[in-house]
């Protein structure tokens, strides 16, 4: 038995899935992308009142928690890069 249903874990997927699109156009910090996302999914699987249970960080919902995990999955494949200095995303230049 998994700790999140299906539908909280799709999360991770639509990150995967439309990040890449969205930094074509322009980087964007955490927030940003966590808007987009929200929009996409909507706010039933976007459960604010569900929180990751971690350990680390409780308070955070743990939509939130699967796109960060999203963005893991999206520098791991060198799809997208972090910039410290602007605490953007933006897509990998090849």
């Given amino acids: 038995m998994t700790k999140y249903d299906s539908k909280i874990r799709s999360i991770r997927g639509i990150t995967r ?14 927030d940003e992308i966590f808007v987009h996302i929200k929009k996409i999914a909507g706010k039933e699987i976007c459960d604010d009142n ?4 971690c350990g680390r960080l409780s308070q955070r919902p743990e939509w939130k928690h699967q796109i960060r995990w999203g963005l893991v999955d999206l520098k791991y494949a060198n799809r997208v890069t972090f910039d410290k200095n602007t605490n953007k995303y933006s897509t990998k230049m090849t």
């Fill in 17 to 30: 899935k439309e990040v890449p699109k969205l930094l074509k156009k322009k980087s964007k910090n955490i």
């Fill in 50 to 53: 569900e929180f990751c249970s």
